[in-house]
T-cell receptor, first 113, second 113 residues
Framework: AQTVTQSQPEMSVQEAETVTLSCTYD???????LFWYKQPPSRQMILVIR??????QNATENRFSVNFQKAAKSFSLKISDSQLGDTAMYFCAFDGSGNQFYFGTGTSLTVIP | GAGVSQSPSNKVTEKGKDVELRCDPI?????LYWYRQSLGQGLEFLIY????????KSGLPSDRFSAERTGGSVSTLTIQRTQQEDSAVYLC???????????FGDGTRLSIL
């Protein structure tokens, strides 16, 4: 079965600094999709960034970028120029060819003014 | 347009009662997903629908849980004979098709007394 591991339950970063959240996963599949979602204190989950496994190029979305290492099954999220609004729980998610979807346990990020 | 709508937003009920949770996805989204989020935990995948069909129900925690989707739109998650361990936030999400980013509702916070 697929698993997604986020080894950092909590992290903090100073405003304007850069922070990297780690995610590893386990799968025997070759084609799949990886996501980072953000859940602010208001509770609604929103997409941060998406990566297709067949693409070698790392996905980038403004201040958010990923370091996708397929062989190592690693999918870390880098947030540059951190802002107070980035304070949230961040979830890494795996979407493969099966009929189930896997989320990690999340990393609680606090941006310190 | 409107996002994913879930109702009720909060539900408190006594142990042993049945509850029905509703999800209204974004119009035109063919894929619909249900998750359970317990305090301090990640998201536990329950079931997904492609159209009105749920290919795999093995993610449902027990046979007290059931879900249906009609008309390719609204979905209901029913929990029969509720137990205290069913207390959680139940999240619904939808996406245009499978493997696309999921759009989440605000969730239903279920409390079993």
């Amino acid at each position: 079965a697929q698993t997604v591991t986020q080894s950092q339950p909590e992290m903090s970063v100073q405003e304007a600094e850069t922070v990297t959240l780690s995610c590893t996963y386990d799968t025997s599949e070759n084609n799949y999709y990886l996501f980072w979602y953000k859940q602010p204190p208001s509770r609604q989950m929103i997409l941060v960034i998406r990566q297709e496994a067949y693409k070698q190029q790392n996905a980038t979305e403004n201040r958010f970028s990923v370091n996708f290492q397929k062989a190592a099954k690693s999918f870390s999220l880098k947030i540059s120029d951190s802002q107070l609004g980035d304070t949230a729980m961040y979830f890494c998610a795996f979407d493969g060819s099966g009929n189930q979807f896997y989320f990690g346990t999340g990393t609680s990020l606090t941006v310190i003014p | 347009g409107a996002g994913v709508s879930q109702s009720p937003s909060n539900k408190v009920t006594e142990k042993g009662k049945d509850v029905e949770l509703r999800c209204d996805p974004i119009s035109g989204h063919t894929a619909l997903y249900w998750y359970r989020q317990s305090l301090g935990q990640g998201l536990e995948f329950l079931i997904y629908f492609q159209g009105n069909s749920a290919p795999d129900k093995s993610g449902l925690p027990s046979d007290r849980f059931s879900a249906e989707r009609t008309g390719g739109s609204v979905s209901t998650l029913t929990i029969q004979r509720t137990q205290q361990e069913d207390s959680a936030v139940y999240l619904c999400a939808s996406s245009p098709i499978l493997h696309q980013p999921q759009h989440f509702g605000d969730g239903t916070r279920l409390s079993i007394l």
